[in-house]
């Protein structure tokens, strides 16, 4: 059976191949886009503007298998609406509950347990920490006339807020930010076969341990932090301890990656559009729509992994059952235009 996401199925057998990305007439000023490329995808969007013009199904090899990826707009959106086919559990059996790699029904479960802790109330409670620690971060830089706005900034604001909304010890964030990025390799490792690194295993497994305290902790002490949500959850037996460790360890290591994407992205948004700052200072209102602008503009999320269940026919390209896909949100024609505007 083969499902299409333009409505023009063909017989699968009868289905070709199409080039690699090598094998394609990219223009001379752009190198082949490839599955890993420091390179091209530092600066991706000249190759997506391509893709989407000629290649909106690309096709490109890896060490493991051929990786498929999608560039048009619409056809990311009805893959994103097509679990069925689109399955985000490209690694079986689930080795990890991140709310990015599993499918419904479980998807939905967890994602409603996330969705009840993040309340305004409970978001509210954290904002004059926040306020706080960014005052604080920023005072230091300026102080010592500059310095690496995401080393010195952007990662200690991030790690804090999301520490805080776990209510881990602030005597902690500094190893809590080494297992977050060692968890990070291991579920590259495992869900796209990113290298990894010798001891990531062992980290995320000393990651879950010291979860697994810290809510032992927020329970006894009836804790209204988002991580004591969690525990509470986990305790009641609306989590098993398994899904609650992995929940705490999803919503840190994605929570604090994603805010220091989006706070580098920040400066550097402002460093090219100067104006758009200027705009800000004179109507401080307008932050709220430029952060939400700037995450369209320049998505912190770039691909979304999926493998199909089925043959599904995308843009004219026949992808094959069990074919591992790379969603692009990133690659819209919108992603360039000027935000706030």
């Not at 082949?32 to 991706?44: E, I, L, N, R, Y």
């Not at 689109?86 to 599993?102: A, D, G």
């Not at 999803?250 to 580098?264: R, W």
């Not at 026949?318 to 935000?339: D, K, S």
Request: glycine share 6%.
């Amino acid at each position: 059976m083969m499902s299409s996401q333009t409505e023009t199925a063909l017989p699968a057998a009868a289905a070709e191949l199409p080039p690699y990305s090598h094998e394609l007439p990219w223009p001379a000023h752009l190198a082949p886009f490839k599955v890993v490329d420091d390179g091209s995808q530092g600066d991706p969007y000249e190759h997506y503007a391509w893709m989407r013009e000629n290649a909106p199904v690309l096709r490109a090899q890896s060490p493991v298998s051929d990786v498929w990826f999608i560039s048009r707009y619409a056809d990311v959106r009805k893959a994103m609406r097509a679990p069925k086919i689109f399955s985000s559990e490209v690694v079986k059996p689930v080795p990890l509950n991140f709310l990015t790699i599993i499918d419904a029904p479980d998807h939905a479960r967890l994602r409603q347990v996330v969705a009840k802790a993040f309340t305004p109330k409970a978001i509210n409670l954290f904002e004059d920490l926040v306020r706080a620690n960014a005052h604080r971060s920023l005072d230091r830089l300026i102080a010592n006339g500059g310095g690496d706005v995401v080393e010195e900034f952007a990662i200690p604001l991030s790690i804090s807020t999301i520490g805080a909304l776990l209510d881990v010890r602030a005597e902690d964030f500094e190893k809590m930010k080494f297992w977050s990025d060692e968890t990070f390799s291991y579920f590259g490792r495992l869900a796209r076969n990113a290298p990894g690194t010798a001891t990531d295993e062992q980290s995320t497994l000393e990651l879950f341990e010291y979860l697994k305290e810290n809510m032992e902790r927020l329970h006894l002490e009836g804790n209204e932090s988002i991580g004591g949500h969690i525990a509470r959850m986990w305790k009641e037996g609306t989590l098993t301890e398994k899904e609650a460790k992995e929940l705490c360890a999803f919503v840190f290591v994605a929570g604090h990656d994603t805010t220091t994407i989006l706070l580098a992205n920040t400066f550097l948004t402002y460093s090219e559009q100067p104006h758009l700052l200027d705009r800000i200072r004179r109507n401080p209102a307008d932050a709220v729509k430029f952060a939400e602008e700037l995450a369209r503009f320049r998505g912190t999320i770039q691909r979304a992994s999926r493998v199909t269940t089925e043959d599904v026919e995308v843009a004219g390209t026949v992808i094959p059952q069990g074919a591992i896909v790379r969603l692009l949100p990133g690659a819209q024609p919108g992603q360039r235009e000027v935000p706030g505007r």
